[in-house]
């Protein structure tokens, strides 16, 4: 028996939008789930055949999904972020364009990372803050470590 869902898509990515994270791992969940995150992934390297300035059958096919990866892609941001895609014809340059923008570089990484790492040193409930939205407030911290590449092990946590 095939399983029947729904894909839901992801809200559309604005400047104001607070946790990209969120957006980020929604959105590669649905380009996973509609079997385009793949290219977006790897990328898309046009191929001609031998002698030859006609694409190959499996290079047409990889055209089609990138381009279909590239309209998800447009139609997930807004107009004002889909500018930092120029001329951009492969969805893999789209897509680290916006991680760029949104998560930066190495540095900035790290000195988000740094951050981080303050505020779980100096972590306490706070005023009038229940059990339940201090764990969460820890689970999003947790998050934030693993989103920077740094794992968080249960060590760190006791």
């Given at each position: 028996m095939a399983l029947i869902s729904h894909v839901r898509e992801p809200t559309k990515l604005t400047n104001s939008t607070r946790n990209f994270s969120h957006w980020k791992r929604r959105m590669m969940n649905y380009l996973n789930v509609i079997d385009l995150w793949v290219i977006v992934a790897t990328g898309y390297t046009p191929t001609a055949k031998e002698?030859?300035?006609?694409?190959?059958?499996?290079?047409?096919?990889?055209?089609?999904?990138?381009?279909?990866?590239?309209?998800?892609?447009?139609?997930?941001?807004?107009?004002?972020?889909?500018?930092?895609?120029?001329?951009?014809?492969?969805?893999?340059g789209m897509w680290d364009a916006i991680v760029y923008k949104f998560e930066g570089n190495a540095q900035i990484k790290?000195?988000?990372?740094?951050?981080?790492?303050?505020?779980?040193?100096t972590f306490d409930i706070g005023d009038n803050e229940s059990i339940e939205d201090m764990y969460?407030?820890?689970?999003?911290?947790?998050?934030?470590?693993?989103?920077?590449?740094?794992?968080?092990?249960?060590?760190k946590i006791v």
């Open positions: 002698n030859s300035i006609e694409l190959t059958n499996e290079s047409k096919e990889n055209k089609m999904v990138n381009d279909n990866a590239i309209n998800i892609i447009y139609s997930s941001v807004d107009e004002s972020i889909s500018m930092i895609f120029g001329d951009m014809t492969i969805a893999k790290q000195t988000k990372l740094t951050g981080l790492e303050t505020r779980f040193e969460n407030r820890m689970l999003q911290m947790q998050n934030e470590f693993v989103e920077l590449g740094e794992p968080i092990s249960n060590s």
